[in-house]
């Protein structure tokens, strides 16, 4: 009986000091983590945390980015099937900067560049360009517009020329692309016009300036 209760007390001696052991390895490691990663963070710090994950909510559908409607599900290019659209008058207008630089623009304003009127040129380019504008975009639909206008203004406190266009038509399909392509293509005239006398013209901020008709309706740079 006494060897039994000896070799009882011996054994659990034994797990004791394994045991003892085993923290103090434990301790030494959370001690050696603590130098190179710091502190662990509170109880508070983590229930904390939990309430803002479990308080996020996912984007709205209308926070969600609009799907681009010249590519289908596989994302190829397509044009868009307008066919169930409802017609409607479409008008858009844009605008664009050409920086001429000082000595261009004084030969332009006194209507010397060797090729011409400059403004006429431009003015009549940009309208034929509005007219090309599904010939020049691929999937552009080809519009019957009804009005163009372009105009070009010279400023002479950057030594520039404004130019602003406007396509209307009434369809199915707006005409942003086509204000947008005739004022591209009157500066791209006015470069054309004016490149022998300097190479650093250079054509800016072609935009749309404000645009109505269609489902998006009424939209304006300026509001």
């Known amino acids: 009986m006494f060897l039994r209760h000896l070799k009882a007390h011996q054994s659990l001696g034994r797990c004791f000091i394994s045991s003892n052991s085993h923290d103090l390895a434990i301790a030494e490691l959370n001690k050696e983590l603590e130098s190179i990663f710091g502190e662990p963070p509170s109880s508070s710090a983590l229930s904390s945390n939990a309430s803002q994950?479990?308080?996020?909510?996912?984007?709205s559908s209308e926070d969600k980015?609009?799907?681009?409607?010249?590519?289908?599900?596989?994302g190829h290019a397509k044009m868009v099937d307008v066919s169930s659209k409802v017609e409607s008058?479409?008008?858009a207008i844009?605008?664009?900067?050409?920086?001429?630089?000082?000595?261009?623009?004084n030969l332009v304003a006194s209507n010397q560049i060797a090729k011409g009127d400059v403004l006429t040129v431009a003015k009549i380019s940009g309208i034929n360009g509005a007219k090309q504008t599904g010939n020049l975009i691929p999937l552009c639909h080809n519009i019957g517009l009804t009005h163009v206008r372009v105009d070009l203004t010279l400023n002479e406190k950057?030594?520039?020329?404004?130019?602003?266009?406007?396509?209307?038509?009434?369809?199915?399909?707006?005409?942003?692309m086509e204000a947008m392509t005739a004022v591209t293509i009157a500066g791209?005239?006015?470069y054309d016009m004016c490149k022998a006398a300097s190479k650093d013209i250079c054509i800016t901020d072609v935009r749309l300036e404000h645009k109505?008709?269609?489902?998006?309706?009424?939209?304006s740079r300026k509001e």
């Open 53 to 59: 994950v479990s308080h996020f909510t996912s984007p």
């Open 65 to 74: 980015p609009t799907n681009l409607t010249h590519v289908d599900g596989s």
């Open 89 to 91: 008058k479409r008008a």
């Open 94 to 105: 844009a605008s664009c900067r050409v920086l001429l630089g000082q000595k261009v623009y």
């Open 158 to 176: 950057d030594y520039s020329v404004e130019i602003e266009g406007e396509a209307v038509a009434t369809g199915k399909t707006g005409v942003e």
């Open 188 to 190: 791209l005239t006015v």
């Open 212 to 219: 109505t008709g269609g489902k998006s309706g009424h939209w």
